[in-house]
C-alpha cells in the first residue's frame, strides 16, 4: 500500500543546473527511522511544477545500503592500485581487504596529520605541494568553507572543481568579452525569444525541464536552431538542424559572422555604443565567406546565409549552449564566436536575447562564484590583484598566493611529477570525470596522501588513504545556485546514515587540527551528525560579506522567498534576472570582440583511428554516476554504457545491435554494448561517462585548451572492432 508520509520538506533538487523546485515526501523507513518515500514538483521559477525523471525518480540513492556509514582507513601495507577500482566495484575484492574502519577521531586525525606533515615541511613561500578538489554537488557554503581551507589553512592555491571539466572555456571567454561568467538570461526567457539558437547541447537529456521550456515556446512559435553533430529529441522541433562536422564550431560561427557583416545585418547603433574590437573582427572574418566555411564544417553556404539572416533580423534571438561547445581544446574560441554573435546582432541585454551557456550540476554556478577556482577568489576576483588579496589576507589571517593555482588536469600531472604530493577531494570523483584515466588513476595513486570526502565508496575513494563519510544533499541545510543565477535553499529530510557527517562540520574539524580557529560549528549545533541550519547560516552571512551580489540577500531573505535571484544588490528589490541592460560590467562599460581562426584540432582521424568519439551524458544518470548509478530506479531504466553508432558504420565494421565491441584511442581501450543510432552521423560514435564497467575517459586525451585549460572531451580520434 502507500507509505505513510508524515513530513514534507520543501528544497530543490540534487540533480541538475535547471534548479527544480521540490518537495521531499518523507515517512517511516519500517526499521525505526525515516526515508523519503515520494518527491513533487513545486512551483519554483525555474519549474513551475515540473520535474524530470532524475528529480521525480532518482532519490533512492539517499538509502542505498552501499552508503558510506562510517570512517575508512587505507589498511597498513595495502598499496594504492588502480585494478582495485575494478576489483571493488564488480564484487571480486570486499573493500575492506584494502581499508579497516575507524573512529572520527582517529581518521581526522590521520587526515589532517597527512596534510600538516607535507604542508610543514614544504619550502616556505607558495610553491604548495597540496591541493584540492571541491564539489559543484556540494552546496555554496560547503564551495567557500573549502576553498577557504585550502587557501587559508593548506596554504595552497591549487584549488578547483568540475567546473575545469564543464564550462572552463565558456566563463573564460564571457568574463573576457563581457565582464561576466554567468548567463545574461533565464531558461525561461525562451518564451520571449522569436529565434532560439542551441548548439552544442541536448537539453532532452541533459536539462530535461529546461527542455519542456524550449519545446513549449516554439509550440508558441519561436523558430529553433540547433546546431550539434548529433540528432536529439529537439531536432523534430528545429527549423534547421546544422548538423556540423565535429571540431569546426569556429569555421560554423564565422560564417555566420561573415554573412552578417557582409550583408549589413550589424545592430550598428549597439555597437557605437555598447561594443569595442568590431573593425577587427570584421577583418578577421573577411575571409571566411560561406563557401569556404561550408567546405570546413559541412553546412551548405546557402543555409550558413539563410541562418545568419534569421538570427540577425530576429526581434530577439536567444544563445543557449552546452559541452558541445565548451569541451573543446578550442573552446575558448567557440564561445567567443558565440558571444560575437550576439553583440554584433545587438541580441543581448533584453528579454528573450542573450547568452546562456546551460550549467551542468546543481551548483557549477554558485561553487564558482564562491571561489572554488584556481584563479578567483570568491566573486571572481582576481587573486592576482593586490587590493582584493589585501581583504581576504585580512579576513582570513593569512597570506595568499598572488599567483593563480594549478587547475584541475595540470595538479594530475603536478601529483605524477611528485610537486604535487597531498589531495583533499571533497564530492568530486576525478578517476572517472577526469581525461586519459589511465594516467589520472596513476598519479592519484602516486600520492603522498590522498583524503576523499563523500557518500560512496567511489572510484576516487578506492584509491585513498582515508575516507570520510559524508551527509547527501537531502540530509542537508544549504543554498544551491541553478544555471539561471537564481539563489535557491535546498533542506534537510532524513538524518545521515550511521556515522556519515554533514560536509561542512567536517571540513571545519579538518581546519581545526590543522591549527585554524574556525568557530562555526559551535556545542550547541551538535556533533554534525544531526543537520543544523546555524553553521550553515554562519558561513553564508560571512560569504555574503565578500560576494556583492549576494549583498541584498540576508539568511532570512532566502528562507522567506525561497529563491531569490542574483545579482540582488538590494534588500528591498528583486534579483536582476536579465543583466547586460546598461552595458557590461567591464571597466568602460563596453564588451569586447574577440577574432578568432578556425584550426583543426589535435585528435585527428586517420586510417587507423578512424572515428570521432564523441563522450556525454544520458537522461538517466548524471555525470559519473556517483549518484545515478545508486538510484535503483534510474539504474534499472539504464543499466549500462551504449556505444552508439551509425547503421552503415555497423554494417561496414560487422557490428550487430546489442554486440559487444572494443574501443580504442591512442589512450586506452573499452568494451561496452554497440546500439545502432542514426543519432550520431556517419564516422562519430557516442559514448555516456557514467559507467565504471566502460569508463569512457579511459579513452579521451588530455591536451587542454590554452586559455581555460579544458580538455577537449568532444573529440577523440577512435577505431572500433566486434569484441
Ligand atoms: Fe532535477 Fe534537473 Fe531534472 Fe529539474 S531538470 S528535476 S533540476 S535533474
Known amino acids: 500500500g502507500l507509505a505513510e508520509i508524515t513530513k514534507k520538506v520543501d528544497s530543490v533538487c540534487p540533480y541538475c543546473g535547471v534548479g527544480c523546485q521540490l518537495t521531499w515526501n518523507v515517512g517511516p523507513d519500517g526499521q525505526g527511522g525515516e526515508r523519503i518515500h515520494t518527491v513533487t514538483g513545486r512551483d519554483g521559477p525555474a519549474n513551475q511544477g515540473r520535474l524530470c525523471v532524475k528529480g521525480r525518480y532518482g532519490f533512492d540513492y539517499i538509502h542505498n545500503p552501499r552508503r558510506l556509514t562510517v570512517p575508512l582507513v587505507r589498511r597498513h601495507g595495502v598499496p594504492k592500485s588502480p585494478a582495485d577500482i575494478e576489483a571493488v566495484k564488480s564484487g571480486a575484492k570486499p573493500l575492506s581487504e584494502l581499508f579497516r574502519e575507524a573512529s572520527w577521531d582517529e581518521a581526522l586525525a590521520l587526515a589532517a596529520g597527512g596534510f600538516a606533515r607535507i604542508r610543514d615541511a614544504a619550502q616556505p613561500g607558495f610553491d604548495s605541494p597540496l591541493a584540492g578538489f571541491g564539489s559543484a554537488k556540494g552546496s555554496n557554503e560547503e564551495a567557500y568553507l573549502f576553498q577557504k581551507l585550502v587557501r587559508q589553512v593548506l596554504h595552497s592555491s591549487h584549488v578547483d572543481h568540475c567546473t575545469r571539466l564543464c564550462h572552463a572555456s565558456s566563463v573564460a571567454a564571457l568574463l573576457e568579452g563581457i565582464g561576466s561568467g554567468a548567463v545574461s538570461n533565464p531558461v525561461a526567457d525562451v518564451a520571449q525569444a522569436e529565434v532560439i539558437f542551441l548548439i552544442g547541447a541536448n537539453p532532452t537529456v541533459n536539462h530535461p525541464v529546461a527542455a519542456s521550456f524550449i519545446k513549449n515556446a516554439v509550440d508558441a512559435g519561436a523558430t529553433l536552431i540547433i546546431a550539434d553533430p548529433r540528432r536529439q529529441q529537439l531536432t523534430r522541433r528545429a527549423k534547421w538542424h546544422l548538423q556540423f562536422r565535429p571540431d569546426t564550431d569556429v569555421a560554423l560561427l564565422n560564417g555566420l559572422l561573415h554573412v552578417i557583416i557582409a550583408e549589413g545585418l550589424v545592430d550598428e547603433g549597439f555597437i557605437a555604443a555598447r561594443v569595442q574590437g568590431y573593425e577587427a573582427l570584421k577583418a578577421s572574418v573577411a575571409e571566411a565567406t560561406p563557401e569556404r566555411m561550408a567546405e570546413i564544417c559541412g553546412i551548405p553556404a546557402d543555409t550558413l546565409r539563410e541562418v545568419a539572416r534569421t538570427f540577425a533580423t530576429a526581434r530577439s534571438a536567444m544563445i543557449l549552449w552546452g559541452m558541445g561547445v565548451s569541451q573543446h581544446v578550442y573552446g575558448t574560441d567557440n564561445a567567443r564566436g558565440l558571444i560575437a554573435l550576439s553583440l554584433i546582432t545587438g541580441q543581448i541585454g533584453r528579454p528573450g536575447t542573450g547568452l546562456h551557456p546551460l550549467r551542468g550540476q546543481n551548483n557549477v554556478q554558485g561553487a564558482s562564484d ?52 597531498g589531495l583533499f ?17 596513476q598519479a592519484l595513486c602516486e600520492l603522498q596522501h590522498l583524503v576523499v570526502q563523500d557518500i560512496f565508496a567511489t ?60 568557530n562555526y560549528w559551535r556545542d550547541e549545533d551538535g556533533d554534525g551528525q544531526a543537520a543544523a541550519e546555524a553553521p550553515v547560516a554562519r558561513v553564508y552571512e560571512e560569504m555574503r560579506g565578500v560576494m556583492a551580489p549576494l549583498a541584498g540577500v540576508p539568511w532570512t531573505r532566502l528562507q522567506r522567498e525561497e529563491a531569490v535571484v542574483t545579482p540582488a544588490p538590494a534588500e528591498d528589490a528583486p534579483g536582476q534576472a536579465v543583466v547586460f541592460i546598461d552595458g557590461f560590467p567591464t571597466a568602460d562599460g563596453r564588451a569586447r570582440l574577440v577574432p578568432t581562426q578556425f584550426r583543426p584540432g589535435v585528435e585527428r582521424t586517420d586510417s587507423e583511428y578512424p572515428f570521432v568519439l564523441t563522450t556525454g551524458r544520458v537522461l538517466e544518470h548524471w555525470h559519473t554516476g556517483a549518484m545515478t548509478r545508486h538510484a535503483s530506479m534510474l539504474d534499472a531504466i539504464t543499466p549500462q554504457a551504449l556505444v552508439s553508432l551509425h547503421p552503415l558504420d555497423a554494417a561496414s565494421q560487422g557490428v550487430s545491435d546489442g554486440a559487444m565491441v572494443r574501443l580504442q584511442t591512442h589512450h586506452g581501450e573499452v568494451v561496452a554494448r554497440a546500439s545502432i543510432s542514426d543519432q550520431v552521423q556517419r564516422g562519430q560514435l557516442f559514448i555516456p561517462f557514467a559507467f565504471w564497467e566502460a569508463a569512457a575517459n579511459t579513452l579521451t586525451g588530455d591536451a587542454l585548451d590554452a586559455v581555460a585549460k579544458i580538455p577537449g572531451f568532444k573529440v577523440t580520434a577512435a577505431r572500433l572492432q566486434p569484441a
Open 370 to 421: 564562491a571561489g572554488l577556482i584556481p584563479m578567483m577568489l570568491p566573486n571572481y576576483q582576481r587573486v592576482s590583484e593586490a587590493a582584493v588579496r589585501a581583504q581576504f589576507e585580512a579576513l582570513w589571517h593569512s597570506d595568499i598566493d598572488p599567483r593563480p593555482g594549478m587547475t584541475v588536469v595540470e595538479i594530475m600531472h603536478a601529483a605524477h611529477e611528485g610537486h604535487i604530493r
Open 425 to 441: 577531494v571533497e564530492g568530486e570523483n576525478p578517476a572517472m570525470s577526469d581525461p586519459d584515466l589511465n594516467f589520472a588513476r
Open 459 to 518: 572510484e576516487t575513494a578506492l584509491l585513498a588513504d582515508v575516507i570520510l563519510p559524508a551527509s547527501a544533499q537531502p540530509e542537508k541545510w544549504g543554498t544551491y545556485t541553478n544555471t539561471d543565477r537564481l539563489l535557491q535553499v535546498g533542506r534537510p529530510a532524513v538524518a545521515p546514515p550511521g556515522q556519515a557527517r554533514q560536509d561542512l562540520w567536517v571540513i571545519e574539524q579538518l581546519a581545526r587540527r590543522l591549527g585554524a580557529g574556525w
